[in-house]
């Protein structure tokens, strides 16, 4: 919610962003996510488009996207989250183009016509618990899309997920501490739970992050339903075909 009041929705929760930054939003990932907005065939816009990236995070995207020649705009529901990314937009020298920071709800947040590109990456979508509410988010993106402007979802597919499930996580990070992450399916394979506990010396925090999983096709009707032409699954930003050897489902469409 972007208002002031409490939540308890897992998602509007600042310190879940702060406390595992570290785990999600790494410095290799950053460098990383870089390469790929310079070299990225799905990533490549005309000159001066106007990209919106719906729940920015940290802002590891809008930097190398405004670098390219793109007016960018980043929304996200965290404030500390958009702190950062102001902080990474300011330390960059990311060139003439703009970076505009807004602090709203994928659920709510519409701007009619405004947008070229509107990317939702780093499975950033299906936080809601009502599947109504995660394809209002669609609805929203076409209107916020300018005639044949393009969203680009990038989640882990249903079919990646199946293929390693059910294997416990461990990553390392620079500062001696590590994240042990767990997966549960939940209703019949339509929402995952994913147990997040970061250990720090003698101490643990846990959280848990609950979304809907989607299969391509699953995806790609709700972009049909939700008014996207071309409707279009990838298995990377290259373009590559969403296949037995991809590792994220990335689908796009386009409104006519
Ligand atoms: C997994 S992170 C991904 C961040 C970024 N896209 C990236 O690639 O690093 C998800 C982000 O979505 C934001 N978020 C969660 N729920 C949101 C909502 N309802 N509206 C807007 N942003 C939201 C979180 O604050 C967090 O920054």
Sequence with gaps: MASDETSD????????????????????????????????????????????????????????LAARGYRVTGVDLSPAMLERAEA?????????????????????????????????????????????????????????????????????GKEVLAGWIGRPQAVDLPDGSYVVQRDTVLDSWRRLRTDWTLVRGESARTASIRSFLYSAAELHDLFVAAGFADVECFGDFDGGPYDQ????????GVKK
């Design 9 to 64: 929705d897992w998602y509007d929760d600042d310190s879940l962003w702060v406390d595992f930054a570290p785990a999600m939003f790494s410095g290799t990932r950053a460098e990383t996510v870089a390469e790929l907005v310079r070299t990225a065939p799905l990533l490549d816009f005309p000159p001066g488009s106007r990209v919106l990236d719906l729940c920015c995070g940290p802002g590891l995207f809008l930097v190398p």
């Design 88 to 156: 990474a937009c300011r330390a960059a020298d990311a060139g003439p183009a703009d970076v505009t920071l807004v602090r709203e709800d994928m659920l709510t947040y519409t701007a009619p016509d405004a947008y070229d590109v509107i990317l939702n990456v780093f499975t950033s979508f299906g936080y809601f618990e009502d599947a109504d509410d995660n394809f209002q988010v669609l609805r929203n993106a076409w209107q916020s899309l300018a005639p044949g402007g393009r969203l680009l979802v990038d989640v882990m």
């Design 245 to 252: 050897s991809s590792r994220r489902l990335i689908v796009r």
